[in-house]
């Protein structure tokens, strides 16, 4: 049976991550190609990294970065942030990522979604969404969410998904950093929509949180981030409290 | 031992190159039929379309070569897909060294299929020491049928062939490269096969 993902996610900048660690018996806190071994080993079913560098230079960082975790990863990961063209995609590819995600790009130039999908395939591009439940309408928020548009996030991920997205990345700005769970009715209703898998983001403090969207939100995969990183949730104590739940996931 | 992975400039291969490199082997990624035929090992990799990686197969010459090679040959994914006789995806003509074909999975259930699912009915010295139930990471939405050259079995919605085998020929439908520890147990025992 086909198991659900659990997916911690790396916040890079300059090519080291971001967000402070404890986990003590690192040597370089800092240094994600460990972290992402780590995590590899404790049973990450996938993970993403988020790269929150602004320039060309730092791109090529990245570039570096996803080399270096290819060579020590043995499994599937995606790497995102302010990816804009064909040429940066097939430079993360080559250096060995699984997938890319692409965000404000594609809302500004829906084609990038066809482009990419027909260049490398649907299998490696996921459009990552951020929303925000604006007078009880989703709206699509771009630049992590700074800035808001006018575009629905159901009619957005229909799109998105007729343009050749394998999968769909989807983050609730509202739920987003405060640890109360996910945003479960708005991905159930996506997840019932589309016949591609959806990715659960924003919201995770507990094990049961994960539960629900798996349950009430039917995700296909749960991304979290500081659960993660802080130990507040270890991946093995997870994955087997989800299993005890009935839940089919990788042990 | 001298492995060969054949380069049609069929999407990212370097995960698989350094999936072996951590077993202690350097692969040679090329598309000379010399090379292939002198290589212990010739692994055909594939992402992407059917239609598409076919046309890239003929462009290099290499419809002909392919079935000829005489060495262990692992086709993993699409590589795998391609090694049957006629794929649904962009109605494409495959090399016909399996013969079975490749349909799209029930337009029901979610597609892509991403993640990772268990292997079942091991019946291959390519599984030696991996236990029924063991899971592999799979991301595709065109799949072979369970027959006749089936090494190993899936379920989603139906259950289906996620590896095959025909004389010197594999295939897995899971990425052995991605797929953590006992993905590389796969790899490794195909290094080890007896020829």
Not at chain 2, 94 to 103: A, M, S
Request: glycine residues 8%.
């Amino acid at each position: 049976m086909l198991t659900k993902r659990i997916i911690p996610c790396l916040d890079i900048k300059d090519g080291r991550t971001v967000k402070g660690i404890n986990f003590k018996d690192l040597a370089d806190a800092g240094d994600p190609v460990e972290l992402a071994e780590r995590y590899a080993r404790e049973g990450a079913d996938e993970l993403v990294f988020l790269d929150i560098s602004a320039t060309e230079e730092k791109r090529r960082t990245l570039a570096e970065l996803v080399y270096h975790v290819a060579e020590k990863v043995n499994i599937p990961f995606t790497v995102g942030g302010g990816i804009s063209s064909v040429e940066d995609v097939g430079m993360l590819l080559r250096a060995g990522a699984d997938k890319i995600s692409v965000n404000s790009a594609a809302v500004k130039r829906p084609e990038l979604i066809n482009e990419l999908a027909s260049r490398f395939g649907s299998q490696c591009v996921v459009v990552a969404i951020d929303a925000k439940n604006v007078d009880g309408k989703w709206l699509v928020h771009l630049v992590g969410g700074k800035v808001a548009t006018e575009v629905d996030l159901f009619e957005w991920a229909l799109e998105v998904q007729e343009r050749g997205a394998g999968e769909i990345l989807f983050t609730s700005m509202d739920h987003d950093g405060t640890k109360n769970g996910f945003a479960n009715e708005a991905l159930s209703k996506l997840s019932d929509m589309l016949h591609i898998p959806v990715i659960a983001s924003g919201g995770a403090g507990t094990k049961e949180h994960f539960k629900d969207t798996f349950k009430e939100g039917k995700a296909d995969a749960a991304l979290a981030a500081s659960v993660f990183h802080y130990g507040e949730i270890p991946i093995p104590e997870l994955k087997t409290y989800l299993k005890n739940e009935q839940i089919p996931i990788r042990i | 031992m001298k492995v060969s992975i054949i380069d049609y400039g069929a999407g990212n291969i370097q995960s698989l190159i350094f999936a072996f490199n951590r077993l202690g082997v350097h692969p040679v990624v090329t598309d000379h039929p010399k090379l292939l035929a002198e290589a212990d090992r010739v692994i055909f990799p594939g992402v992407g379309e059917a239609g598409s990686a076919m046309a890239k197969l003929r462009q290099h010459g290499l419809e002909e070569v392919i079935p000829q090679l005489k060495q262990p040959v692992l086709g993993i994914c699409l590589g795998m897909q391609l090694m049957c006789a006629y794929s649904e995806e962009g109605d494409t003509r495959g090399l016909g060294i399996f013969d079975c074909e490749v349909k799209h999975f029930d337009r029901k259930l979610k597609v892509p299929q991403i993640g990772w699912n268990t292997i079942t009915n091991l019946k291959s010295p390519l599984f030696k020491g991996i236990e029924e139930n063991s899971y592999m990471y799979l991301v595709h939405s065109y799949y072979v049928a369970n027959n006749p050259h089936s090494i190993a079995t899936t379920k989603y919605g139906e259950t289906y062939a996620s590896a095959l085998h025909r004389n010197n020929f594999y295939g897995t439908q899971f990425h052995p490269e991605k797929s953590g520890e006992i993905g590389a147990k796969v790899l490794e025992n195909f290094l080890n096969l007896k020829d």
